[in-house]
């Protein structure tokens, strides 16, 4: 049996973007096996800058009942950039891990269309919190010019790193990557459940987990304008924070980071939920609520050729939704994603949560939503206090517009 919510809003949008005067990296922080590029003008010719088709956005249901579920899209996926945000209460990966993708065939999910198809390992639940219901907030962005995409899975049950050949080769210095989830079958967030992407090149994306054992989608995203560079850090079992030099980054930038993590399982979701954010232009802070777990982090900052805003939320507890004012924002335009996407797609911070389920990820992961003139970001369990940072993009604004 399917049941499926979706809400679906559409519209074709002629964007105007630009590109600012930015420094490409340089420093040592900055691994990338790419000459760095000539610094682009202030604004790109409208020749040359990428162009949106149509944004594609709805809300999807995995309940009790359920182990997959598909919101029917059709889009070319050469063009076609997916970004999903999860909440939940599950903690354990059995009945919480969820891998999204974008497709126009999935052999596996029998008789499903093309579209966006959200997995997980079993029904049901183990925790008397929960309704067993995963809510997935997905967009896709297709454009006309200017961006390109290659998308797969990984598993690194049977391959640990799993090392992927880009074809063709792209420009690691316009590119980065995105986790669509994972799909693990474990009882605890563990050592084979974290992953951490890397773009060692411009042919080649490493990604891999700790210990082998997960399922894991990946996009590698390359937009024309766009300014990425791109690191890896530690955080010890004792760290709660670690600070990274960048080169200068322009405010709104987008942060991701992925990465893998040591225990076994049955740790606190206060060890192994980070929240990472430009705290100034050239530092980005990487933070957690308690030490416990080692952390190997891949991050990436991006300046887009398009308006972006970014910010943090703080959740007291028991508060379960958020809306924040963001300039201009308009829905039909607009995606918002969380910078840590190492478990749930692009929808998670820090929390402090160290309570009886303990590595209950669900406090610190948020679906969020663009409104008009905002965001929403909502978590589906409030027993501690959670941070999510997070950067809202608009597609239709040049980026010139936000500085």
Request: a negative charge; aromatic letters at 4%.
């Amino acid at each position: 049996m399917r049941e499926l919510m979706i809400m679906l809003t559409a519209g074709l949008v002629a964007v105007a973007c630009g590109d600012n005067n930015h420094v490409r990296p340089s420093d040592a922080n900055v691994a990338i096996d790419a000459a760095p590029d000539t610094p682009p003008d202030a604004c790109m010719p409208i020749s040359g800058r990428p162009a949106l088709a149509g944004l594609t956005t709805g809300d999807l249901v995995i309940d009790v009942t359920q182990a997959t579920n598909t919101a029917p899209i059709a889009v070319p996926l050469d063009r076609s950039v997916l970004f999903v945000s999860m909440n939940e209460v599950e903690p354990s990966p059995k009945f919480g891990a969820v891998i999204c993708e974008l497709h126009d065939v999935d052999v596996p999910v029998l008789g499903a269309p093309a579209g966006v198809t959200c997995s997980r390992s079993d029904i049901g639940t183990d925790d008397p919190n929960s309704t067993g219901a995963i809510h997935v907030h997905w967009t896709v962005a297709t454009f006309s010019s200017g961006v390109s995409v290659q998308r797969g899975e990984v598993d690194t049950t049977t391959t640990n790193p799993s090392v992927v050949t880009l074809a063709p080769p792209v420009n690691p210095a316009h590119s980065f990557v995105l986790l669509g989830g994972q799909l693990n079958g474990g009882t605890g967030w563990g050592n084979n459940e974290f992953v951490r992407a890397r773009l060692l090149d411009s042919a080649t994306l490493d990604l891999r987990t700790n210990l082998m054992g997960t399922h894991a989608a990946w996009q590698l995203v390359t937009f024309e304008g766009a300014n990425v560079q791109r690191g890896t850090a530690a955080l010890t079992t004792t760290d709660t924070t670690q600070h990274v030099t960048t080169t200068a980054a322009d405010p709104g930038s987008l942060v991701l980071t992925s990465y893998s993590a040591d225990n076994v399982s049955g740790i606190a979701a206060a060890a192994l939920m980070l929240r990472a954010s430009m705290t100034d232009a050239t530092t980005l802070s990487l933070d957690r609520g308690l030490g416990g777990a080692g952390l190997d982090v891949s991050w990436e900052v991006a300046t887009l050729p398009f308006e972006a805003h970014s910010g943090i939320t703080t959740f007291a507890v028991g508060e379960l939704s958020k809306s924040v004012a963001v300039m201009g924002t308009t829905p039909t335009n607009s995606v918002a994603l969380a910078s840590n996407q190492a478990v749930l797609g692009e929808a998670s911070g820090s929390t402090d949560y160290a309570g009886a389920d303990l590595d209950l990820l669900g406090e610190a992961a948020a679906t969020l939503t663009p409104t008009a003139g905002g965001v929403t970001i909502e978590r589906a369990s409030g027993q501690s206090t959670a941070t999510i940072a997070w950067t809202v993009i608009d597609f239709s604004m040049d980026h010139c517009a936000g500085l």
